[in-house]
């Protein structure tokens, strides 16, 4: 017995192991989270939302993922089948991946990388390519224009949001994610949301466009490329990349919640609760996914150049002027930070 949790603890089987407790975890996520979206837009449409199968509706969920996998999966005839058929994995899997390095708890995460940062950035940049994959692997004229557009604002929101991690990163003097939650340990005013608050609205605002939230899900406009880069997808295709977008929407929330407010920290230090402070990371989490939820049921799309306008001259803008004073601030008051 002792040589299996030996073998099981050894590189790399324990990070295949984990990564793919991790894909189940994040794929069940996806359908927990499609439940919560459709019971959060009832309440706020005051409408009642899945309440047939099951208790309230809670096997809702596991109705939907029977349907998506009886469903047949029909790929268009003039489609390139293996460009088709592995943008969803290309979409999926870096939202996935990414959980690798998020810190749960004190000494609870998979991969403790030093440049765990850089790790998140340069995955997440993935979820473009998977974009570009589906609209041409389609060979539509709306997917490879939904495709166009999503790769268009992916990369023009990528700059402000990677601007908005510089001043973590030089407050908390690291990469990793461990290091800078640490560094904000000791109270919620400790927490970077607040000297940092002109990067944390960006960085939350460029996550939601990273994600392809309302209001900045101009690559599935509906009324004028009818499903945009997915219109040709069906069964699990289709299911697998609904659940990228969940699985994006949650892991923002989770780095939002790592970054800026003190990941597992508890808001006053007498409310520690040791190994079990991932409650507080929790927490933090899903009220921010609920803040997503709200603002897709709440505003309306933007058009694609009010999309690339506020992106480029506005968040922009503001990430380059906050970055000086957070380096002047630290070059004036070296015994504050």
Do not use: H
């Not at 490879?144 to 999503?150: I, P, Q, S």
């Not at 069906?234 to 939002?256: H, P, R």
């Not at 899903?286 to 009010?306: E, Y």
């Amino acid at each position: 017995m002792q040589t299996v949790l030996n073998l099981l603890e050894a590189e790399p089987i324990r990070l295949f192991l984990s990564f793919g407790v991790i894909l189940f975890l994040v794929l069940n996520l996806a359908g927990i989270l499609t439940f919560a979206e459709r019971k959060v837009a009832a309440y706020i449409q005051l409408r009642y939302g899945p309440n047939r199968v099951g208790p309230r509706g809670f096997l809702q969920p596991a109705a939907d993922v029977v349907k998506l996998f009886t469903k047949e999966n029909v790929s268009p005839q003039r489609s390139d089948l293996w460009i088709f058929l592995g943008a969803p994995i290309a979409m999926f899997l870096p939202a996935a991946a990414v959980w690798l390095v998020v810190p749960f708890a004190p000494r609870s995460v998979v991969a403790d990388l030093n440049v765990g940062i850089v790790f998140f950035i340069a995955l997440t940049s993935i979820g473009a390519l998977g974009l570009i994959m589906a609209g041409y692997g389609s060979r539509s004229t709306f997917s490879l224009l939904g495709a166009m557009r999503g790769a268009a604002q992916m990369i023009s929101y990528e700059v402000p949001l990677i601007l908005s991690l510089l001043g973590v990163i030089m407050l908390a003097g690291s990469l990793s994610f461990q290091d800078v939650v640490n560094a904000q340990a000791g109270g919620f005013w400790n927490w970077y949301f607040l000297p940092q608050l002109p990067m944390f609205i960006t960085f939350y605002i460029a996550g939601v466009a990273e994600a392809r939230r309302v209001p900045f899900d101009l690559p599935e406009g509906e009324s004028e490329i009818v499903g945009g880069f997915m219109v040709e997808y069906s069964g699990m295709t289709w299911g697998l990349i609904q659940a990228s977008e969940f699985a994006s929407m949650a892991l923002v929330s989770a780095i939002t919640a790592t970054l800026f407010l003190g990941g597992w920290q508890p808001p006053f230090p007498f409310l520690d609760l040791g190994n079990f402070n991932w409650l507080w990371f929790a927490i933090k989490t899903a009220l921010i996914i609920f803040t997503f939820q709200w603002i897709r049921w709440s505003l309306p799309r933007l058009r694609m150049d009010q999309l690339m306008d506020f992106g480029w001259k506005v968040l922009v803008p503001v990430c380059l002027i906050w970055l000086f004073v957070t380096a002047g601030a630290m070059l004036a008051f070296p015994s504050v930070f």
